[in-house]
Each structure stands twice: as C-alpha cells, then as structure tokens.
C-alpha cells in the first residue's frame, strides 16, 4: 500500500482522492484553507427575507459523463448524490441590435430557432460549423484529452491521425469560425468559447471550437442547490473511500532524495512522508514555489525548463462579479444570459494589451438559477460576471490593482450600468451586492493574480498545458492549469489521469 499526500481540495484533488482511495492507496489530503472546493466556491449571504446561495466559480456543467465515470468507478452512481437537471436553452444571448439567440441542445431544435431568428442561410452555416466541430472532438476526445500525450498516447491515437486536419493546426477559434460564419452574432457566440480557457478568441487555437459539439452533444447541466453539492458529493466520496482529509493545513514545500519525492513540509514545520505527492495547485505555484531547487542532473534541468516556460507564459485572464440579491421575477430571462455589447472584440484587446486595461464594454454573464434552494420566495439571486485582467499589485503590465477600493466601486458602478443599457436593468430592485474581484479569489484559494486557468492558451505549443508527470519521480500534477485544461470536467479528467498512471496499490 503506498502513502499518498494530494495536496489542494478543488475538484481535481478531491477526485484525484477518490479514485486513488479506491485504488487501495492511503491517501491524504492536504488543504490550506478551511473549506474544499478551491475555485469552485460558494457564497451564502441570510437576510430577513431569508438565505441566498451564489457559486463563486463555475456555474454550468458541461461533459456530465465525466462525472458519472467517476462515481461509477469509486462506488454508487452519481444520481445517488446529487441531481442534475439539464437546462434548456444552455445560454440566452442578446445582442446589441435586439436580437435574441438561444443556444439549445438538440441540433434540430436549434437549426430551426436560428432559421426562424436569422434565415436558412445562418442557419446552415451554423450547422457546418458545429459539424467541423464533431470532428475536432472525434480527434481530440480519446487519447488526447484522456491520455498524458506521451508517445504511446500519440502511438495509440494512430487511428484519429487523419482526422487531425479537421482542428486546423496553426488556425485560431476566430479565424475558424469566421470562415464558417459570416453573421456577427454567430462569430460573437462562437468567440465565447475562448473564456472557456480563459484565452482570447484570435490566440486560442481551432480546436476549441469543439465547445460547440459538447453543447449540442452533450447539453449544459444544473446541479440542483448550486454547482457546489457536486463539490460535497465528491468529498464525500473521497472521505468515505478512506482519504484522511485535512484543513487549514499549507504546504510550505515538497521534499525529495535525490529525483524522488519522499513527502511535504506543512507551513508550521511538520514533515509527512510519502510515496507519492499529486499537486493539484497552480502548477507555476507548483515548479516555482514548492518543487524549487528539487532534483539533480537531467532531471534538475527539466524541472528548470518547466519553471522559465511557467513563468515566461501569459496568465489567463480574470474574472469580476457581482453577487446580487434581487426583489421579484425578471422576464424574458434564462438561466444563464449572455448580453454582448456591439462590438466583441475589444473586450479580449484590452484584457490582453500591453498594458492591460479594464474593458470598457464587456460581454456580461448573468446566471439567474430557477432554484428555490438558492433564494427566498419571491427574489431572484443573480451571479453577474465579467472577464477582465488579473490582479497584480505591483505595477505589472498585464495586470490591474484589484486592491484599489476605487476601482472596485467605479467597475461596479459600470457594470450595473450596461445591465440597464441591455434591457436588464437591476438597481432599482438590489437587496444587496457582494462585489469580488481577482484579488479575492488570489486571497482565498491562493490562484495566483486571480487568473482562473493560469496561464493563457495562445498558440498550439502554448495551449498544450504542462504535463501530468513532472521530471521528478513520484510528483504528479492535476488541476485545471495543467493537462488537459481548464473547467470542471477537465480538471476531473486530470484526476483520472494521474490516478491511471499511478495505478492500483502494491499488496
């Protein structure tokens, strides 16, 4: 039986938990703060009109079958734990000339609501898109995203290898889908998917266009009292399988001899062995901080290697939101809206200029869950969010000081505004507002700069995360800014991933 030390308790360390628990490790976990979840947070605010309950992280579940894998393969189904409700539409979107789209699961359904918004031609093309995004996934999908891109993935995906075209390698997202597209409002929608990895839509490659296929294949998912009971369902799962679980507990360092890890030194000093360590924190965090100075010879260099390529590489990009307790119904609303401003791109331009800049016109994501666990009778409880630059203190050029009360208050203040210019006008009916910028999200889960997917996929080599296996023998890594990606589903597979090559217990 081997000792394990998994350190972080958002979704991939909790998952990463639970199936190497039940793979007949010993496996502990170590979390610095004192609640699981890492990014996928959770914010409850209890007024006299009763209590209200935000995800601070992610809000919709795409890819579910990831999730059923794993509960499946670490003991009772998923639907045990917790319930899923598929949404439909997945996303309203609403356009500055008035136009209305809504982005439905079934591929009939939605060709004939987009013929009946925009013509058959729009239509059509939006079809060939999401064909030409079918066969990205059947590329990627397999060995790819469920694999560690060692040379025997790429050995085994032989059969996949004529189908490698189809993600148009050197292409962006953008240059893709405005071949496929020539209606503004599909483009726009189709440059939505670059958040997804925290990237912009002229640097992110092709092949995310397959976000398009996984909506219409796959649908978007609500778990029912918020995003973070599936959090709870996977901790349980991981403490029931035997994980001992510890809080409040930082790791200041990982330790090795010689190019293997023999466990972590904890922040107050203490030393706990183990055979194999899995980080699940910000992977720079992980080669800069906690692995500095680890190894000798050749695996020392490749250790160096993977800090100055971390370091020299873009941050993604941040989040701002508003957590707002609203009084009565609105219309016309879905559970998650997008309200584009006319022109898109300038959004990705000021985020990513040199220097950074607040944008000045954002697309503004508003969740409003149809959820009585999550408000009181009678008001709504709205999750409003923004993609700006990270945090950074210290005059960084592709950052902002979030730490300005200021500019806190002034971004708010713009915010609420361009609700009201959108037709979702909301100040008149706050309760109250909880603002959170990047800088919360660094102080509470330790992200650095707040940049929710660490560094940016811009360009093909950029783009392929750093790997699951360190050059250290017995570091793993798993987590959203690592292989494969960002996103609850991706950081879940990570987990798989890393538990796979680590493999069962030794008897």
């Given at each position: 039986?081997s000792?394990?030390?998994?350190?972080?308790?958002?979704m991939?360390?909790?998952?990463?938990?639970?199936?190497?628990?039940?793979?007949?490790?010993?496996?502990?976990?170590?979390?610095?703060?004192?609640?699981?979840?890492?990014?996928?947070g959770?914010?409850v605010?209890?007024?006299?009109?009763?209590?209200?309950?935000?995800?601070?992280?992610?809000?919709?579940?795409?890819y579910?079958?990831?999730?059923?894998?794993l509960?499946?393969?670490?003991?009772?189904?998923?639907?045990?734990?917790?319930?899923?409700?598929?949404l439909?539409?997945?996303?309203?979107?609403?356009?500055?000339?008035?136009?209305?789209?809504?982005?439905?699961?079934?591929p009939?359904?939605?060709?004939?609501?987009l013929?009946?918004?925009?013509?058959?031609?729009?239509?059509?093309?939006?079809?060939?898109?999401?064909r030409?995004?079918?066969?990205?996934?059947?590329?990627?999908?397999?060995?790819?995203?469920?694999?560690?891109?060692?040379p025997?993935?790429?050995?085994r995906?032989?059969?996949?290898?004529?189908?490698?075209?189809?993600?148009?390698?050197?292409?962006?997202?953008?240059h893709?889908?405005?071949?496929?597209?020539?209606?503004?409002?599909?483009?726009m929608?189709?440059?939505?998917?670059?958040?997804?990895?925290?990237?912009?839509?002229?640097?992110?490659?092709?092949?995310?266009?397959?976000?398009?296929?996984?909506?219409?294949a796959?649908?978007?998912?609500?778990?029912?009292?918020?995003?973070?009971?599936?959090?709870?369902?996977?901790?349980?799962?991981?403490?029931?399988?035997?994980?001992?679980?510890?809080?409040?507990?930082?790791?200041?360092?990982?330790?090795?001899?010689?190019?293997?890890?023999?466990?972590?030194?904890?922040?107050?000093g203490?030393?706990?062995?183990?055979?194999?360590?899995?980080?699940?924190?910000?992977a720079?965090?992980?080669?800069?901080?906690?692995?500095?100075?680890?190894?000798?010879g050749?695996?020392r260099?490749?250790?160096?290697?993977?800090?100055?390529?971390?370091?020299?590489?873009?941050?993604s990009?941040?989040?701002f939101?508003?957590?707002?307790?609203?009084?009565?119904?609105?219309?016309?609303?879905?559970?998650h809206?997008?309200?584009?401003?006319?022109?898109?791109?300038d959004?990705?331009?000021?985020?990513?200029?040199?220097?950074?800049?607040?944008?000045?016109?954002p697309?503004?994501?508003?969740?409003?869950?149809d959820?009585?666990?999550?408000?009181?009778?009678?008001?709504?409880?709205?999750?409003v969010?923004?993609?700006?630059?990270?945090?950074d203190?210290?005059?960084?050029?592709?950052?902002?000081?979030?730490?300005?009360?200021e500019?806190?208050?002034?971004y708010?203040?713009?915010?609420?505004?361009?609700l009201?210019?959108?037709g979702?006008?909301?100040?008149?009916?706050l309760?109250?507002?909880?603002?959170?910028t990047?800088?919360?999200?660094?102080?509470?889960?330790?992200t650095?700069?707040?940049?929710?997917?660490?560094?940016?996929?811009?360009g093909?080599?950029?783009?392929?995360?750093?790997?699951?296996?360190?050059?250290?023998?017995?570091?793993?890594?798993a987590?959203?800014?690592?292989?494969?990606?960002?996103?609850?589903?991706?950081?879940?597979?990570?987990?798989?991933?890393?538990?796979?090559?680590?493999?069962?217990?030794?008897?």
């Amino acid at each position: 039986m081997s000792a394990i030390i998994v350190i972080g308790a958002g979704m991939s360390g909790l998952a990463a938990a639970s199936r190497l628990a039940a793979l007949g490790h010993t496996v502990t976990i170590c979390e610095a703060g004192p609640i699981t979840g890492g990014k996928a947070g959770e914010a409850v605010r209890t007024t006299d009109a009763g209590c209200f309950v935000f995800d601070t992280g992610p809000s919709l579940l795409t890819y579910p079958a990831v999730f059923h894998e794993l509960f499946a393969d670490t003991g009772t189904p998923l639907d045990e734990s917790v319930q899923l409700r598929r949404l439909d539409p997945i996303a309203r979107y609403r356009f500055a000339d008035g136009t209305v789209l809504d982005s439905r699961a079934e591929p009939a359904v939605m060709q004939d609501h987009l013929r009946a918004r925009l013509g058959a031609e729009a239509a059509g093309d939006w079809a060939a898109f999401q064909r030409r995004a079918a066969l990205m996934w059947r590329a990627v999908e397999g060995p790819f995203l469920r694999g560690e891109l060692r040379p025997t993935d790429l050995l085994r995906a032989a059969p996949r290898w004529p189908l490698l075209p189809a993600i148009a390698p050197g292409r962006s997202l953008r240059h893709v889908a405005h071949r496929y597209m020539p209606d503004p409002r599909l483009r726009m929608m189709a440059d939505r998917f670059a958040s997804y990895a925290g990237s912009a839509p002229s640097r992110i490659p092709a092949a995310y266009a397959v976000i398009a296929h996984l909506e219409s294949a796959m649908g978007g998912w609500y778990v029912e009292g918020g995003l973070r009971r599936l959090i709870d369902a996977v901790e349980a799962r991981a403490v029931r399988l035997g994980a001992n679980l510890r809080l409040d507990t930082p790791v200041s360092a990982i330790i090795s001899a010689g190019n293997d890890v023999t466990g972590v030194e904890l922040a107050d000093g203490t030393r706990l062995a183990a055979d194999v360590v899995v980080s699940t924190i910000d992977a720079g965090v992980t080669y800069q901080q906690l692995a500095a100075g680890l190894g000798h010879g050749a695996r020392r260099v490749r250790l160096a290697a993977r800090r100055r390529r971390l370091g020299a590489a873009p941050r993604s990009l941040a989040g701002f939101s508003m957590l707002l307790g609203v009084r009565g119904a609105t219309p016309g609303v879905a559970h998650h809206n997008v309200l584009f401003p006319a022109e898109y791109g300038d959004e990705y331009d000021s985020i990513f200029g040199d220097p950074a800049r607040l944008p000045a016109a954002p697309a503004i994501y508003v969740s409003i869950p149809d959820d009585p666990h999550v408000r009181p009778d009678g008001f709504e409880a709205w999750s409003v969010l923004v993609n700006v630059p990270r945090h950074d203190a210290h005059g960084a050029r592709d950052a902002v000081d979030w730490t300005d009360p200021e500019l806190r208050s002034a971004y708010s203040e713009r915010i609420l505004g361009l609700l009201a210019a959108r037709g979702m006008a909301v100040r008149e009916r706050l309760e109250f507002a909880i603002i959170r910028t990047p800088a919360d999200l660094e102080a509470e889960t330790g992200t650095p700069g707040g940049a929710i997917y660490g560094t940016a996929a811009h360009g093909a080599i950029r783009s392929l995360r750093p790997a699951n296996r360190s050059p250290l023998r017995g570091l793993f890594l798993a987590g959203g800014t690592v292989h494969p990606g960002g996103g609850l589903p991706l950081a879940a597979l990570s987990a798989r991933t890393v538990a796979r090559a680590i493999g069962p217990a030794r008897r």
